[in-house]
């Protein structure tokens, strides 16, 4: 079994900033790719960044310029910084997690949420 726990998240001002964090644990015997998604209220669930097993990177291009996804290999953490937030960030963020558990399956797995809420 695989457990990720997102913690990060808040209430920012406009122009705030805001680090989200994932830990996979569990039953995991090696991690592929990490991602951020996002979904905001009465809209379908969006990407927002991705980052591959050898840490390249891909973001939305609403998150271009602005939000900086790295990981942590050793600790199995995906982090997601988020800088010069504007309202329209505002959703649940869920990170993803594309993995090889310790008995060969692989397969994708979710975070609960966290809610990122910027006022304007």
């Known amino acids: 079994q695989v457990q990720l726990v997102e913690t990060g998240g808040g209430l920012v001002q406009a122009g705030g900033s805001l680090r989200l964090s994932c830990a996979a644990s569990g039953s995991i015997g090696s991690i592929n790719a990490m991602a951020w998604y996002r979904q905001a209220p009465g809209k379908q669930r969006e990407f927002v960044a991705h980052i591959s097993t050898l840490g390249s990177t891909t973001y939305a291009d609403s998150a271009k310029g602005r939000f900086t996804i790295s990981r942590e290999y050793a600790k199995n953490t995906v982090y997601l910084q988020m800088n010069s937030l504007q309202p329209e960030d505002t959703a649940v963020y869920y990170c993803?997690?594309?993995?090889?558990?310790?008995?060969?399956?692989?397969?994708?797995?979710w975070g609960q949420g966290t809610q990122v809420t910027v006022s304007s």
């Open positions: 993803n997690v594309n993995l090889m558990s310790r008995i060969g399956a692989r397969g994708d797995y």
